[in-house]
Each structure stands twice: as C-alpha cells, then as structure tokens.
C-alpha cells in the first residue's frame, strides 16, 4: 500500500467532507480516492469515515489519527521540494586555468542539458586539491600522473619560429661558447608546475647541460606567452595552446610529457554522474582529442 498516498486522499478527503471534491483538491480520481481510503482503514482495522449521501464525516478514530496522517503527508511534501532543489542545486566545479572561454561555455552549455547546473571555480593546481579538502567544491579536476590519469593531453614545447624539424631535442637548447645570443629558456606554466612534469625536465636540463636560469616556472600563462611571443623562448604547452597562440609546436625528444586529470570528490561525494554524463566535454575542455580514459593530442 502507498501510505503516503492513502494519507494523502484521507486527509484531503476529510478536509472537504466530500470523497468527490476531496480526490479532486489532491488531483485524483474519486474512485482512487475511495481506494486508497479503504485500504487504510483495512490497515488500521477502523473505520474513517461515516459514509453519507453527500457528506463523508469523521468517526472518532478517524479524527484521533488525522493530525498523525497530516504530518505523514506534510512531510512528504518537505521531501519532495527537498528532492527537486538538490537536483537544482548548481555542482561547485573546481577547472583548471588553461580551458577557452569557449571550451568552458559548451561544457556547462552540455551539462544543462543532462539537467546539471555547473558553478566552476578556475583555479591552479594546488588551490583545486585545497578545494577539495575544504570542501569549498563538490569536486575538482586534479592534476595527476599519467598512469592515474582519466584525461591525458600531450606536452611538447612550442615557439615563434617552425624549428624544422619533428621533434625538439632539449639538448639543443645547450650553451656554447660560440652560441650567438642569450640562452634560450623554456617556460613552465603554473599548471605544469607539478612534481610529475616539473621533475622529469628539471632531471633532463640538468642531465643535457643547460643552465638552471633556462627553465622558469612562469606565474602566470599570459606572461610566458608573452616572453615567447618576443624572444626565440620555448612554452611547454599542450597542442590546442599552442594553436590558440598561434606558436609552432612539436614534442620532446627525450622525453614524453603529458597533463594527466582526474575528478576527485570533496569528502562523501561521488562525482561517477558527472564523468558518465560529461566525460567527453570535459576532455574537450582540457583539450584531450577523446573524452573519459582516453588520452588526446598529436604531435604536429
């Protein structure tokens, strides 16, 4: 039996002392309503209602358990307004700084469109995992290494000038005594300031002979664009990066790079929906070529 809907015409019904304009008030039909009236009273074993030609008037018993079958469906009620503004509730989202404007638009545009309210919070690598731990988010993308990777986006470096070549060998970035001009640098971005990337190439600069003043780890993206934009400098980005600043890009020789992410939930959380629903506008966004467990990019 519904208990609640069996409350729920009980109550209406009493509320009207009539079967017909009480099913109507709690949009039923007046058969349904005499059902499901009937069947609470088998239930209890007590009769509700004097039935009468026009009229339908409490017994005794009927008005001492009527205040209990009002709070029944009142709390129903709650339940039900409850339900619907969780499932409005806007899901706190904690990107990366390096997703388009665009690519940003269409992953909460899609989101909508499975009925997910996305409020993203943009923020760098270590803020995201603070996120998560404080709870200021649901869930953030985390930066991660490869192998724990659910997105993967390659890496090479990427600069003004086509180098001619398929690949960018570190090495060749070498200072000799006869090397006309200043050393040229390759420019970290704050979200590949990471142990996973970051220590691979500092292990490979040192490993090749470069000077330590020709990896920098940039405070900002616009700022490393910019110092590559006007000097013979390398930015090591992603291929959809380099295509947004119009650089020429190709991977590393030495050694293979890539962002890898993961959505990891605030403390009770299960952000499975989330990935199921939009892992692949959440690839895109990241500019991985394929959407959840796959990696993307190809060297240019």
């Not at 304009?21 to 058969?31: E, F, K, L, N, T």
């Not at 616009?222 to 991977?251: H, I, Y």
Request: glycine share 8%.
């Amino acid at each position: 039996m519904d208990l609640v809907g069996a409350c729920r015409a009980f109550v209406s019904v009493s509320e009207h002392s009539s079967f017909t304009v009480g099913a109507a008030a709690a949009r039923m039909s007046q058969p349904v309503a005499s059902r499901r009236v009937a069947a609470l009273e088998e239930r209890f074993g007590e009769q509700l209602f004097e039935r009468m030609s026009r009229r339908a008037v409490l017994t005794p018993f009927g008005r001492d358990v009527l205040p209990a079958a009002r709070q029944l469906v009142q709390a129903a009620d709650v339940l039900l307004h409850e339900a619907e503004a969780a499932k409005c509730k806007p899901w706190r989202l904690a990107m990366p700084g390096l997703c388009s404007t665009a690519g940003l638009a269409r992953l909460i545009a899609q989101a909508r469109e499975h009925g997910i309210t996305l409020d993203l919070r943009i923020a760098a690598p270590a803020q995201r995992i603070e996120f998560v731990h404080s709870q200021l988010v649901r869930a953030a993308l985390l930066a991660v290494p490869a192998d724990e990777a659910t997105w993967s986006v390659p890496l090479g470096l990427a600069g003004v000038r086509d180098p001619g070549v398929r690949r960018i060998y570190i090495d060749t970035l070498r200072i000799g005594r006869a090397s006309p001009g200043p050393a040229r640098r390759i420019w970290i971005q704050p979200e590949d300031d990471v142990p996973h990337i970051r220590d691979p190439l500092t292990r490979l600069r040192d490993a090749v002979g470069l000077r330590p003043a020709q990896l920098v780890a940039a405070t900002d993206l616009t700022t490393a664009a910019a110092e590559v934009l006007c000097t013979r400098d390398l930015l090591l980005c992603s291929p959809a990066q380099a295509g947004q600043l119009d650089l020429n890009w190709r991977p590393i020789g030495e050694v293979t790079l890539s962002r890898g992410f993961a959505l990891v939930a605030a403390a009770g959380g299960n952000p499975q929906h989330i990935e199921a629903r939009l892992g692949e506008a959440i690839g895109r966004c990241l500019g991985a070529d394929s959407g959840a467990g796959g990696s993307g990019g190809a060297a240019a």
